[in-house]
């Protein structure tokens, strides 16, 4: 069995419909009417262990959810969870020793303490030998630098800061398994880039299983071969993020400098997408055409001054996937319509 095994997950939340006025929420005091929002819908998925796992998908997909339910802190609808063999919402406690959670949008230290104490309690909370409490707090400080807001309480702590914290937090009790909701949300690009070498240094060189969410896809491009895209509560793709790419990644981008400016650009299978002085933006299809073929056509015409290929970004290729609406099946048979 793999160290995460995900079986027709599904989770229903029942929220209760308000009435207006005052006679509406009085009604409503003693006949509650509920509606039903599925926000998992039938997601089944197995990680092993050492895989590092971009979990990514439009707000509201269902991400946060699945990750609540995999470290026990909501229960299933229905459907079967494993980690490490232990169904997380029974066995809450045992399952809390084996991972590590960061929610980025919300710290799990305690507020109003300076930050070393939430380390000190996680600690004893979780009974860590101090000789290893100490290796783990040198090498987190050697590479989140720590030491800088250790005695500063939380609540007071930058939100690079308190991401640090958070992670470090997460990670003291050496777990198997680190569930990462928006580690890097709201981070500037230094901050990305360190949160993103602590994340690949302890999944190389501790082992330690990763599943991410994120809406910055290139964490996902840096960290992870494989990522899992969901959509309203399903699974629309689990594969290589480079298959991903060859599948949908059919157009390529021409970008051409003329000597001069030219106002009746045309040629055929090339589409403008956008100019600016004498640049083009050029873009075609890279089953139909070559990018020397188009180039050779266009210097017959015109002076040329500069050229480049851009590859479609993966969140191009993403973004496609998600106003088009694929499903799993489609993504793989129906490439033509992006
Ligand atoms: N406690 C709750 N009660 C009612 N509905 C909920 C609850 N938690 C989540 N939902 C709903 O379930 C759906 C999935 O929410 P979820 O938080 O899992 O999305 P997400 O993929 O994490 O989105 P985001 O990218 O915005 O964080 C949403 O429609 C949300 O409104
Ligand atoms: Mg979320």
């Known amino acids: 069995m793999s160290l995460i095994e995900v079986r027709h997950l599904c989770k229903e939340f029942k929220i209760a419909k308000r009435q207006e006025g005052l006679t509406?929420?009085?009604?409503?005091?003693?006949?509650?009417?509920?509606?039903?929002?599925?926000?998992?819908?039938?997601?089944?998925?197995?990680?092993?262990?050492?895989?590092?796992?971009?979990?990514?998908?439009?707000?509201?997909?269902?991400?946060?959810?699945?990750?609540?339910?995999?470290?026990?802190?909501?229960?299933?609808?229905?459907?079967?969870?494993?980690?490490?063999?232990?169904?997380?919402?029974?066995?809450?406690?045992?399952?809390?020793?084996?991972?590590?959670?960061?929610?980025?949008?919300?710290?799990?230290?305690?507020?109003?303490?300076?930050?070393?104490?939430?380390?000190?309690?996680?600690?004893?909370?979780?009974?860590?030998?101090?000789?290893?409490?100490?290796?783990?707090?040198?090498?987190?400080?050697?590479?989140?630098?720590?030491?800088?807001?250790?005695?500063?309480?939380?609540?007071?702590?930058?939100?690079?800061?308190?991401?640090?914290?958070?992670?470090?937090?997460?990670?003291l009790h050496d777990p198997k398994i680190l569930f990462l909701d928006e580690p890097t949300i709201g981070l500037d690009v230094v901050a990305k880039e360190r949160m993103r070498s602590f994340i690949r240094e302890i999944n190389k060189n501790r082992g330690v299983t990763v599943i991410l969410t994120t809406h910055d896809m290139s964490d996902i491009e840096k960290l992870c071969q494989r990522m899992i895209l969901i959509d309203k509560g399903q699974v629309m793709y689990d594969g290589e993020l480079t298959k991903i790419k060859e599948t949908f990644g059919k157009t390529r981008i021409l970008i051409v400098d003329f000597e001069e400016n030219i106002d009746d650009f045309s040629l055929d299978g090339v589409e403008v997408i956008k100019q600016e002085g004498n640049r083009r933006w050029l873009k075609f299809n890279r089953e139909v055409h070559t990018a020397s073929q188009l180039i050779s056509q266009i210097s017959e015409k015109y002076e040329i001054k500069d050229i480049s290929i851009q590859d479609p970004e993966i969140e191009v290729l993403i973004r496609n996937i998600y106003e088009h609406n694929y499903t799993l099946d489609q993504v793989f048979t129906d490439k033509t319509r992006i």
Do not use: C
């Open 24 to 171: 509406g929420a009085l009604r409503s005091l003693f006949h509650r009417q509920y509606t039903t929002k599925i926000a998992v819908n039938d997601i089944s998925f197995s990680i092993g262990t050492g895989e590092m796992v971009g979990y990514i998908g439009p707000n509201g997909a269902g991400k946060s959810t699945t990750i609540k339910m995999l470290t026990g802190i909501l229960v299933p609808s229905s459907g079967e969870i494993r980690v490490n063999g232990l169904i997380p919402y029974k066995e809450r406690r045992r399952n809390a020793r084996q991972i590590g959670v960061v929610f980025g949008q919300r710290t799990q230290l305690w507020w109003d303490l300076p930050t070393i104490e939430s380390f000190e309690l996680l600690k004893q909370i979780f009974q860590i030998p101090p000789d290893r409490y100490r290796q783990n707090m040198a090498l987190f400080n050697e590479i989140l630098d720590l030491d800088e807001f250790l005695q500063t309480p939380v609540r007071q702590l930058s939100l690079g800061q308190r991401m640090r914290a958070d992670i470090a937090a997460a990670l």
